[in-house]
Structures are given as C-alpha cells and as structure tokens.
C-alpha cells in the first residue's frame, strides 16, 4: 500500500519567514495530493491540493509543487504569521476516497 | 453550507464496552469517510461509504464497523473496546465515491478506561 513520508516533524520560524515542508510518497499510481492544517481541538482542513497533471500551485501564501518522478511533493508558506500556527498534514490517494496521510508537522510561528 | 458535524464529540467509555459515533455529512455529499487520529500512528483510514455500501476498508479488526443510512448520514461502531481505541475519530465527506476531496468534521474524543 502507499506509504507518505512528511518531513520535519516540527518546524520553527519567525514571523515573516517562509516555511517549507516536504512529503514523499512510494504508490505511483497515487494522483491527488491534499494538505491539511489542523488547530488544537479541531479537524483537520483542506488548505489546497494538487493532482498530478499539475506541477505546482499556489493561494495566495500558500504554494504546493509535486515532483511526480521523484514522488515528492512539498508546501511553502510565504510571510507566514502567528496564526499559521498548526500541525499541517500531507496526503496521497490513488483515488476513490482514500487518503494515506503522512505524520504531520507542528509549525511554530513566533511574532 | 454547513459543514461536517459529529456526535458526541467526546465520549467515556470502559474496556470492553461498545460505542457508536455519528457523522452527518456536507449537505449533498453522499461519500462518507472515517478516519482514527492517535499520536503515535497519526491519521488512519478506517473505511468509506456510499449510497450505504461500504466502499473501501481500511487495516482494522471487524470490531470496528459502520452504516450509512439513506440520508448519507453515517454511523461507525467499535465493539469490546480497548485501551488502544482511545482516539479522535474523525469523518470526512466528499461529494461522489472516488472525488478524493475530503472535508473533515471536528472529530469525536473517545477515551477508553
């Protein structure tokens, strides 16, 4: 099955700073690949995603790019602020509603 | 559009006992997910539901079960509980079986003692 490897566990910055934060993922046949941030006592939610016809996209601060023959896929928050705060989680799926997520990373944004 | 909601959001239960949750999903989304949340296996897919047919299963003994009723409401049941089982459980809906966008509820907080 498909395995997802999130990489730092935990990530601290200064407010302003960028934050990047990277996933690698073992099932070629995955092709849609979300990212979750999920505050203290809440579930996790959507903040973008990308499916592998895409190479990159961005939301305003946010920007994922995916690297299909590497299997690897990151996150890049841009001017980050305190409320960016969160553990952000990454995932695959080869379809039909299954989502293999990886461990998560806490991100630290001091003022 | 109100979003995913689930019921109870925190429960007590003892070793051996057995609980149900509930998700009421997106209003018009009719594939429900379920997902256990621990630290030290992090997110985990349970299985998923559409049209009341359980689509796919996730790696987890048949003591942990679901429903969807007409209504795409969903229900999951975990019998004999264990120690092991305390976890957030969350469910997630999407709009058709295989759109992989998914929408988290909050979560129910199970503790089992």
């Known amino acids: 099955g498909e395995n997802v490897e999130q990489h730092p566990s935990t990530l601290s910055v200064q407010e302003g700073d960028s934050a990047v934060i990277k996933c690698t993922y073992s099932?070629?046949?995955?092709?849609?690949f979300p990212w979750y941030k999920q505050e203290l006592g809440k579930g996790p939610q959507l903040i973008i995603d990308?499916?592998?016809?895409?190479g990159e996209k961005k939301d305003q601060r946010i920007a994922v790019t995916l690297n299909k023959t590497a299997k690897h896929f990151s996150l890049h928050i841009t001017e980050t602020q305190p409320e960016d705060s969160a553990v952000y989680f990454c995932?695959?799926?080869?379809?039909?509603?299954?989502?293999?997520f990886g461990k998560g990373t806490m991100l630290l944004v001091s003022p | 559009k109100a979003g995913v909601t689930q019921t109870p959001r925190y429960l007590i239960k003892t070793r051996g006992q057995q609980v149900t949750l509930s998700c009421s999903p997106i209003?018009?989304?009719?594939?429900v997910s379920w997902y256990q949340q621990t630290p030290g296996q992090g997110l985990q897919f349970l299985f998923e539901?559409?049209?009341?047919?359980?689509?796919n299963k996730g790696n987890f003994p048949g003591r942990f079960s679901g429903r969807q009723f007409s209504n795409s409401r969903s229900e999951m049941n975990v019998s004999t509980l264990e120690l092991g089982d305390s976890a957030l459980y969350l469910c997630?809906?999407?709009?058709?079986?295989?759109?992989?966008?998914?929408?988290f509820g909050p979560g129910t907080r199970l503790l089992v003692l």
């Open positions: 539901y559409f049209s009341e047919t359980q689509r």
């Open positions: 209003s018009g989304h009719r594939s």
């Open positions: 997630a809906s999407s709009s058709t079986s295989g759109e992989e966008t998914q929408y």
């Open positions: 990308i499916r592998s016809n895409v």
């Open positions: 099932d070629s046949a995955s092709n849609y």
């Open positions: 995932a695959a799926s080869p379809g039909y509603s299954t989502l293999t």
